[in-house]
Every structure is written in C-alpha cells, then in structure tokens.
C-alpha cells in the first residue's frame, strides 16, 4: 500500500485508540451509534415523560403512573445515533513550504479524528481545500473505512503538492454549506493564513449549524519571526512583496496583529460552541491533541 | 571650495560623479534581503502600524544615517577640490611680462605661467600679467582655467618697466610674509637688482625648454684617448634607449664654436667623439640647437722629463717618443738620473731590481696596485734572473714622495729586457705614475656622482654652483629655471596623497564599511 506520508503508522493509530469524541446531541435522522440524539427514541436509557397523545404506542404507557396520578403519560427514551465528522485538511501551498509539511500534520490530524469517529460509529467525510473545495469522500462509516480515508488523503496530498494552490477559507465554507450535510463536526485543519482574512470563512460557518473545531497547525517563528534590518518579505501563495524595515516597533505590531488573528478565531470557536487547538508542527502530533481529546475531554 | 569656479565640463563631471554616487547608495538602500513567507498578512498589518514616520518618533537607524552624511559630506569636499594652505604661508605669484610681445609669444607666456601655476598651492599662488598695469587673471584659491576666459577679455596690451612691476608686487607684501615671484619674462635681470630686493621676496625664472623635453642626456663623460695622442680625450655621451633621436640634429661645440668632429654612433643612442684636443674649455652637446650638457674637458699638458747624462741610450729613445713626454732641461715633473734625488733613478745590481717608493701609508697594501700600474706583471722575471745570476725581486717602501729605482743595467745589452715589449710599457707607466698623471677616465651616468668638471646646462649658467658636487640624475632634467625652487620638505614619496587624494581613500573606505555592514545585515 502507497503511504508516502505515512499517515497509516502503526504506533500514531494505537495512540488514537485512546481519543474520543463526546458529543451532546447530535442531530437526529441519524444512524444508531453512540451519541444522544435530539431525538428521543427507542433506547435503553429513560429520558423524560410526556402526556400521550393519540397514535402513541399502547406500550410506551406508564401504568404505574395512571394508577397513581389517574393521568396517561407515555415513557420516552434516548434516541443513540452517530456524530458526522467532516474533515477539512488545508492543503494550499503555505502548508508545504516546511520540513515537514504542515500539509502532512494536517492529514495525520484527520487520520487521527477519522480513526477516532470510526471507531465511535460516526460517519466520516472528507474534504481538503485549497482555493477550492474537493468532495474526496463522502461521508461514511466503519472502522475499515480508515485506510479508505488515507488512501484519498494521500491522493489529494500528492496533487495539492504539485498544484501549489492558494488558500481562501470563505469560498471552501461556501461550497461545503452548498453540500446540505447533516448537522456535525466540522474540524478545518489549516494554518488559517488566509489572504483574503478569515472574516468570510466564519461568516459561511454561522450560516450553518455545523460545530466547528478549528485545529491551527503552526510554528513558534510565526509569531515571533526571526527577521533583522531591511527585509522584503514574499508571500509563498499569492506572490505579494513587502519592504519591512524590521525593527522592534515593527515586530510587536506584528506579534499584536498575529494574536488578534488568532484570538478571533478562539472566539470564534467558542461562541459557536466549537473547539480551537493549536498545533506546534515542529512537535508531536498525537501528544498535542491528546491534550484535547483524551479522555472525552472534548465535548462537541 | 566652490563649484563656481569650476568649467562647464567640471560641472557635468560633477553632477555625474554625484548622481552615479548617489544612485549606487539608493540602490544600497533599496536591496532588501528578500525572504519568502507564509504569508505577508501580518506583515502588511505592522508596515500599516509604523508606516507614518512623524518627526516626533525616535529616528531608528542614526549610525546608518550618520555614515551617509558622513560619505556625502566627503563627497562633497572631494568633488570641491580641496587644497592644503602652504605650508609656510609663502604667497606665489606668476608674473607674465611678455604681455608686450606678439599673440604667440603671450599665449606661450600664459601657457607657461599656468604649467608652472599648477605645480603651486591653490590658495595661495595668483597669475598676474604685467602690461601696462598689472592685471590678476587668476586670483588665489580660483581655478587656473578661469586665466584663459580672462585673457580672452583681452585687455589693452602695453609695454611696461619689468622692474616696475616687481617692484609693485614686492612692496604689497610684508616683511613677514615671504613671497616668491615666478617670472616668465623674456628680458634679463641684472644681477644687482635682484640683490637689491628684499629678503622676503624670491625670484624664480620660468624657461621653456619644452621643444626638447623628451630628449635628454642620460651620459656624459671623456676618457683619455684609446688611439689619439695623449693631449686628446674620447667623449662619448648617451640618451636613453627609447628616445626617438635625429642623429643629424646632434651638434658639438667646444668653447662656443662648432667642433670638427662628427659624433659617431656607437650603439643605440649612444654616441662617441675621439681625440677631442684636452685643452681645457667647456664641451657642449646640442639637441636642435639646444644645449642638453656641458662638460669640463681637461687641460692635459704634457709631462716635463730632466734626462740627466748617462742615461742609457735605449731608455732616452723610450722617453723622448713618448708623446706624452716632453724633455726638458730643467724644471721637469720627472728626473731620471743615478742619484737619489732623481724620480727615476738608475741604481747598480746591489740592490733590488724595482725598487719602489710609494706615498702610501701602508706599501705593503699598495704593492699589488702598484705592479699592477707600473705593468711589472708583464716583465719576464725568470729571464732577468737567470741572465743576471740574482733574484729578480720588487720592493714598495713607504715614502713621503713618488720614486721608483731600477738596475741600470737591465737597459743594457746584457738583459734582453730592452727587447721585451715590457720595457716601453713600464717606462710609459713609470713616467706617468711618477708625475702623477694617471689615466682619465670622467665618467658620468644617471644617478651617479661625479666630479663637478661636469656640469649640465643650468649649471653652467649659474657660476656661483660651479666647484659643487652634483648628482647626474640631473643630466636627465634639465631644470626649468636658472634659480630653482628649493626642495620640498615632503618626502617625494608623498607627493601623490594629495588631501584630494586622502578623501577619495576616506569616501572609498566608508564605502566599503558601509556596504560590508549591510551584507551583514547591521544596517539598514
């Protein structure tokens, strides 16, 4: 099996193994699976009562109730069904430009949630953007699916690589709300350097219902460059020059517009009921977001 | 220190030089390190936040900024020209008197003043031409090409009282301030009136000897004749090897009157004159009418020989044939007799064969020279003493005077020394060693010192050098003036760091740091 970016190691899955996904309701119209559903079914754990109502089934009455209270109420029970995971991987060319690429975290990042929502009997779906939005896989479930997923990651990967495409977050949110997905976990793994600003990309995410969980794969130099003097500074995408007369002035501004970058997108995040984790790309991945999501730490 | 003064082309020069100067160090300015980014977004952020540079914010690169100033600046003074004031406060002034002559004999006069204008400190050395008043065409400190525009003014050409207009210049200056006249004039000054003038005023004259500047003698010198007689000497002189002569242009003239002989070429512009008459007088080598050297010829009288009686006949013979030899009766450089009073004394076979009295301190130093002058290394001493039964044998005595006693007898029949071709050539030695007369050999090339019998041209003319030692390097520069400027008291090494030299090295260092500091990325 072609694994280039060996994204199918052993020792990375086994750590994934560890990970969860909590969900707190997940939309109905679901299949079975571990997450409470909105809707209440048909499950083994009680929920709530409710006065019956014609058509109810006979079954769902709580006797003891009408023998008590005189009244006919009917039991209701959690409804167990499964949390879609979309995965969107940045794979513009700001995510090769190191060694190694954040390009290659990104993917290992959606192996490790694709791993984790399969073995959850979520639904996985997966599609990498650049400047534009690809349906790689549709969404699908399974805990043999996993190989499914690295397979077409590792394809978009080698194209995304020879392309060197540009990045716009607004115009790939745009067409995956055009998809009319089911309700789920939206995690967009990216380094979020968008020249256009990231203003569109949470203006199409409100447009949906989609919980995003934003994964910033970065460097500590993107924050606290190591430039001196006079600098002309090119953009790797977009090819845009700037004379910078680095100086200390000069580099606080930059490390303030780089943390409002950033803190937006935690607010973000977090209004939305979302999830926000930076990654070092210089570090373990697995470490990282176990910080995250072991345990169930993480609730969707 | 202005560009006023400077010609049209200067200017343009200038401005170009500048503008060169000043786009090299914009483009110094504008050469970022170019680094390629993930993504420029927050970079255009911070350029926004420090993009308005007010005069109330710190300036962030004043090293950078001082550096530049500091190139300008030197640039500047560079490009004006600087000059160092002279270094005794001596004032110079050139003064043209030719202003009454003909257009070419003035332009010649001007072109002159300004050859020599340009070898003295601008700020303090003015042209000044004399006609009927004096009229300043460069003033100090301005530019010499500013002399031409004002004698084109052409002001009202007029003769004039040389003495006048020295007298005129000489009296603007204080006792305490030394002035030096450089005259370009085609008349003479008496000698008593150059005496006359004050201490503080020195006068140079200013020659043309430019028709012939290239050609100049690089030898000089006589030696006695090889195949002439003895009162003739064999001059020979030479120019340097890459000087493009006409043979025919060489003359020679002995005592101002053209001499008979005709320099033969020897080798490459080297030339010899044989059997010149060594009567004294002064030799003269001309180039196109120009006097290139002079030289002392020596006065060879000849030498004055008492035969005493008994001489040995075949010893007379040799003495009166020699051409260098006159006999006389009395009053001889040399006597040649029996009894110890004679320079040349015939002793008997009891005593040593040559016996040599030598005014040496040291004889025994000297025997060696002494055989050697006397050519006894070519008398056959084996033969002598086996015909005479005895060592034949030279003694060197030290003494107070010249002496040189031989056997009579080895002029005899008895010796066949007389048949030797050693005999005439000792007795010849003998009588020239004896009166002192040595071979002459006056000889001069570049950069050696000889004898003040030769002399170059300007020498000659100023008696009061003559009887000096001088060095021949001389003979390759005629000087320009009968009285020269004393030397400079910089060494001549020096001369070329000029100020306007020490600036360019500053501005090319500065230069260098400045670009070195910005490939290591210390500046901006």
Same mark, same amino acid.
């Given at each position: 099996m072609n694994d280039p970016f060996d994204l199918l190691n052993p020792r990375f899955l086994e750590k994934a193994r560890a990970l969860r996904i909590v969900a707190r309701r997940v939309a109905p119209a679901g299949r079975w699976a571990e997450h409470r559903s909105r809707e209440r079914g048909q499950g083994m754990e009680f929920r709530d009562y409710r006065p019956y109502s014609e058509g109810d089934e006979l079954k769902s009455i709580d006797w003891n109730v009408y023998r008590r209270l005189g009244r006919l109420v009917v039991r209701l029970f959690e409804e167990m069904e499964d949390l879609p995971i979309y995965l969107l991987p940045d794979l513009s060319q700001s995510m090769w430009q190191e060694d190694p690429p954040r390009a290659v975290t990104a993917m290992k990042v959606c192996v490790a949630l694709a791993s984790i929502g399969?073995?959850?009997?979520?639904?996985?779906?997966?599609?990498?953007?650049?400047?534009?939005?690809? #349906?790689? *896989?549709?969404?699908?479930?399974?805990?043999?699916?996993?190989?499914?997923?690295?397979?077409?990651?590792?394809? #978009?990967?080698?194209?995304?690589?020879?392309?060197?495409?540009?990045?716009? *977050?607004?115009?790939?949110?745009?067409?995956?709300?055009?998809?009319?997905?089911?309700?789920?976990l939206l995690a967009i793994v990216s380094d979020f350097f968008d020249p256009h600003g990231i203003e569109s990309m949470m203006t199409e995410l409100k447009r949906t219902r989609h919980r995003p969980l934003l994964i910033a794969i970065g460097r500590p130099e993107d924050r606290l460059p190591q430039l001196a003097g006079d600098v002309r500074v090119r953009d790797c995408e977009t090819g845009d020059v700037r004379d910078v007369s680095v100086s200390p002035e000069v580099l606080?501004?930059?490390?303030?517009?780089?943390?409002?970058?950033?803190?937006? *997108?935690?607010?973000?995040?977090t209004s939305r009921r979302g999830g926000f984790l930076t990654l070092d790309n210089g570090a373990d991945v697995m470490q990282q977001m176990a910080s995250m999501f072991e345990g169930g730490r993480y609730v969707a | 220190m202005?560009?006023?003064?400077?010609?049209?082309?200067? +200017?343009?020069?200038?401005?170009?030089?500048?503008?060169?100067?000043?786009?090299? $160090?914009? !483009?110094?300015? +504008?050469r970022h390190q170019e680094v390629q980014v993930l993504t420029t977004l927050f970079w255009q952020a911070a350029i926004k936040e420090t993009r308005a540079r007010v005069f109330v914010k710190r300036f962030r690169h004043l090293p950078a900024w001082l550096l530049l100033v500091a190139i300008a600046s030197l640039?500047?003074?560079?490009?004006?020209?600087?000059?160092?004031?002279?270094?005794?406060?001596?004032?110079?002034?050139?003064?043209?008197?030719?202003?009454?002559?003909?257009?070419?004999?003035?332009?010649?006069?001007?072109q002159l003043g300004l050859k020599r204008a340009a070898t003295l400190p601008t700020n303090s050395r003015e042209i000044i031409a004399a006609s009927d008043q004096l009229h300043t065409l460069v003033a100090a400190g301005e530019e010499l090409e500013i002399a031409e525009i004002r004698d084109e003014a052409s002001f009202e050409l007029g003769s004039t009282d040389l003495h006048w207009a020295l007298n005129s210049l000489a009296?603007?200056?204080?006792?305490?301030? %030394?002035?030096?006249?450089?005259? /370009?004039?085609?008349?003479?000054?008496?000698?008593?009136?150059?005496? &006359?003038?004050? @201490?503080? +005023?020195? $006068?140079?004259?200013?020659?043309?000897?430019? &028709?012939?500047e290239d050609i100049q003698l690089q030898t000089l010198g006589y030696s006695s004749s090889l195949e002439g007689p003895w009162n003739t000497v064999d001059v020979q002189f030479g120019f340097d090897p890459s000087a493009k002569l006409d043979a025919s242009s060489i003359s020679l003239k002995l005592n101002d009157q053209p001499l008979r002989q005709v320099a033969a070429l020897l080798s490459e512009n080297q030339f010899g004159v044989p059997e010149i008459p060594a009567v004294g007088g002064v030799l003269q080598v001309q180039y196109r009418e120009e006097v290139l050297g002079s030289l002392s010829l020596p006065d060879r009288k000849r030498i004055g020989v008492e035969l005493a009686e008994g001489v040995p006949e075949i010893l007379r013979d040799l003495i009166e044939i020699d051409e260098a030899v006159e006999v006389i009766s009395s009053g001889g450089d040399v006597k040649v007799g029996f009894d110890a009073s004679s320079d040349l004394q015939l002793t008997t076979q009891d005593s040593a064969a040559f016996v040599v009295a030598a005014d040496s301190e040291d004889p025994q130093a000297a025997l060696s020279t002494i055989i050697d002058e006397l050519a006894l290394?070519?008398?056959?001493?084996?033969?002598? &003493?086996?015909?005479?039964?005895?060592?034949?044998?030279?003694q060197v005595t030290a003494s107070d005077r010249r002496q040189i006693a031989v056997w009579q007898s080895l002029f005899g029949s008895g010796?066949?020394? /007389?048949?030797?071709?050693?005999?005439?050539?000792? +007795?010849?030695?003998?009588?020239?060693?004896?009166?002192? =007369? %040595?071979? @002459?050999?006056?000889?001069?090339?570049?950069?050696? !010192?000889?004898? %003040?019998?030769?002399?170059? !041209?300007?020498?000659?003319?100023?008696?009061?050098? &003559?009887?000096?030692?001088?060095?021949?390097?001389?003979?390759? =520069? %005629?000087?320009?003036?009968?009285?020269?400027?004393?030397?400079s008291p910089e060494p001549t090494f020096l001369y070329w760091l000029t100020p306007y030299t020490w600036f360019g090295i500053l501005v090319s260092a500065l230069l260098a740091t400045e670009w070195i500091l910005f490939q290591r990325g210390k500046i901006p």
């Open positions: 399969l073995d959850q009997h979520d639904r996985v779906g997966l599609f990498p953007f650049g400047e534009e939005l690809e #349906s790689t *896989l549709r969404p699908t479930s399974g805990r043999g699916r996993l190989s499914l997923i690295a397979q077409a990651l590792t394809r #978009s990967g080698e194209a995304a690589k020879v392309r060197s495409s540009g990045t716009d *977050l607004g115009g790939a949110m745009a067409r995956f709300r055009g998809f009319g997905l089911r309700e789920g606080r501004s930059y490390t303030e517009a780089y943390d409002a970058h950033f803190d937006r *997108l935690l607010d973000f995040a | 202005t560009f006023g003064l400077l010609s049209g082309f200067g +200017v343009l020069l200038g401005v170009l030089t500048l503008a060169v100067g000043l786009w090299l $160090l914009q !483009r110094l300015r +504008v640039l500047w003074m560079l490009l004006s020209r600087p000059q160092t004031q002279s270094s005794d406060g001596t004032q110079h002034v050139v003064l043209l008197h030719w202003y009454d002559s003909d257009e070419a004999a003035r332009s010649k006069a001007l009296s603007r200056s204080s006792a305490d301030q %030394p002035v030096h006249i450089h005259l /370009v004039a085609g008349t003479e000054l008496e000698s008593d009136y150059v005496q &006359a003038l004050p @201490e503080h +005023v020195e $006068l140079f004259r200013v020659e043309d000897i430019a &028709a012939n290394t070519q008398v056959d001493a084996t033969s002598l &003493a086996e015909q005479s039964g005895q060592i034949v044998d030279v010796f066949d020394f /007389v048949g030797s071709r050693a005999c005439p050539i000792f +007795v010849a030695r003998s009588i020239r060693w004896l009166a002192n =007369r %040595p071979e @002459e050999i006056q000889w001069a090339g570049q950069g050696e !010192r000889i004898k %003040p019998d030769i002399f170059v !041209r300007a020498l000659i003319e100023n008696s009061t050098l &003559a009887g000096q030692e001088f060095k021949t390097s001389r003979l390759s =520069r %005629p000087i320009q003036e009968a009285q020269d400027l004393t030397v």
